[in-house]
């Protein structure tokens, strides 16, 4: 069983730039969650996607957007990044009504700075 | 105000000592209770889910619920200076809904 996955690992992006982050979910799992965690804090729930549809979404502006694939991966864009973007980015991956909130297993993050 | 405050340490302990981690919600309608463990460069793994107020025990770690009193907690005993790491509470308002919402998280170095 493959654990989730993300990539790039670490990021330096220019204000005023695009980004793409990208998640591989755990093998079986359907329900990408995506959190930004800024530097000494817990990690913001940004949005959900359960069947290649956003399925929730957090306090974050429309620049933020996502997509799920067929094979439940999943990408992160961010458009027109700003200086308060710079924060770890996890995803977390989970099998929809199989189980309780808790079982959402995170990958390791994208490190993200903007400069 | 946070929806979810936790204790910002952070914490030193020797090892062998019990660590005590807290975190209070505003929001009575939180009803799943969970404890998260992130190591320096990883992402959170689950340590403890509740529901219930009340105590549940897990090797060396218990999760103490009070939901009158909106205050939850985490301890660690016989600590050992592998469970250094950032410990965050989170909590959702139903068991499908995969919307966490995360404390701040405190930060447990024991010491050998």
């Known amino acids: 069983e493959t654990g989730v996955t993300q990539s790039p690992t670490h990021l330096i992006k220019t204000r005023g730039q695009q980004v793409t982050l990208r998640c591989s979910s755990q093998?079986?799992?359907?329900?990408v969650s995506w959190y930004q965690q800024a530097l000494g804090q817990g990690p913001q729930f940004i949005f959900q996607?359960?069947?290649?549809?956003?399925?929730g979404r957090g306090n974050f502006p429309p620049r933020f957007s996502g997509l799920q694939f067929p094979n439940y991966s999943s990408e992160l864009n961010v458009n027109a990044l700003e200086l308060d973007d710079s924060a770890l980015y996890l995803c977390a991956s989970s099998l929809a009504f199989a189980g309780g909130a808790y079982e959402q297993y995170f990958g390791p993050g994208t490190r993200l700075t903007v400069t | 105000q946070k929806e979810v405050e936790q204790d910002p340490g952070p914490l030193s302990v020797p090892e062998g000592a019990i660590v005590s981690l807290n975190c209070t919600y505003s929001?009575?309608?939180?009803?799943?209770f969970m404890w998260y463990r992130q190591y320096s460069r990883k992402g959170p793994e689950l340590l403890m889910y509740?529901?219930?107020?009340g105590n549940k025990e897990d090797g060396r770690f218990t999760a103490q619920v009070d939901k009158s009193s909106k205050y939850i907690s985490l301890f660690i005993r016989d600590s050992q200076p592998s469970d250094s790491a950032t410990y965050l509470c989170a909590m959702s308002f139903m068991s499908n809904d995969y919307k966490l919402s995360f404390g701040a998280g405190t930060t447990v170095t024991v010491r050998a």
């Open positions: 093998s079986g799992h359907n329900t």
């Open positions: 996607y359960y069947r290649e549809e956003e399925n």
């Open positions: 929001n009575s309608a939180f009803q799943y």
């Open positions: 509740t529901y219930s107020s």
